[in-house]
């Protein structure tokens, strides 16, 4: 019933858009229904945060998704630990879950969010999950203690320019204190990736146009910038 309510405010707000997105969003259930989980909620309050430009839950399309999972295995990094910031209801963690990473995580700063998360993710068909440990933090990321290095990190948009200053200024960090490990980063709609480029000004990139224009960087201490 919350997808058909969503899907008649769609209707009713814009009648030709909402024929395309319609069909759009019956795929991206299919998919949902397809591994076991419900991703459509977006009603969640957006929280304070410590740099206060939280974002509202915009799950990526499966589409996207299928397109990062597809260079995921180009680069042989689904043995490592996947991190989701900003997981929402858990879409991503969902969906990479098939690519058998060893342990996968999400950072959420609403409960209700993280809470409905943890539902989706002991729904996960077993035919589909092939990971290790899955698990949800509720924490603001700027406050948590998870180390970035050596994981294959997703955002998708997830906060503002200030919280991402910060947040690339603590992966610059942690890298500089290991650096023989990397970060991998796959950024959907990534409005605030200059951040991270200040940050790691000789950081390798590659850029994916479309409707949902995503990013990939390998970030390193040798990449970062003084």
């Known amino acids: 019933m919350a997808y058909l309510a969503y899907i008649l405010r769609k209707v009713a707000h814009n009648p030709v858009r909402a024929v395309w997105s319609g069909w759009k969003n019956i795929s991206e259930l299919r998919m949902d229904r397809r591994i076991g989980v419900s991703t459509f909620r977006r009603d969640f309050r957006i929280m304070d945060s410590a740099g206060g430009d939280s974002k509202p839950c915009q799950p990526a399309p499966y589409s996207v998704m299928a397109s990062m999972a597809d260079h995921m295995r180009a680069s042989g990094c689904t043995r490592r630990v996947f991190v989701d910031v900003g997981c929402g209801a858990g879409r991503p963690l969902a969906y990479f879950s098939s690519l058998g990473f060893e342990r996968m995580v999400g950072i959420e700063i609403n409960p209700a969010a993280a809470e409905l998360a943890r539902e989706n993710l002991q729904r996960i068909k077993k035919s589909w ?30 906060f503002g320019r200030a919280t991402m200053r910060a947040f690339a200024e ?29 940050a790691f000004p000789r950081v390798e990139r590659q850029c994916f146009e479309g409707a949902d224009p995503w990013q990939f960087l390998r970030l390193r201490a040798a990449a970062a910038g003084a």
């Not at 204190?177 to 480029?197: F, I, K, N």
């Open 170 to 198: 603590r992966l610059k960090a942690q890298l500089l204190a290991r650096p023989g490990e990397e970060t991998l980063v796959y950024y959907v709609l990534p409005l605030h990736v200059q951040a991270l480029l200040e």
């Open 129 to 158: 999950n092939r990971s290790g440990r899955i698990e949800i933090l509720t924490s603001d990321v700027l406050a948590s203690d998870v180390d970035f290095t050596g994981v294959v990190l997703y955002l998708a948009n997830p």
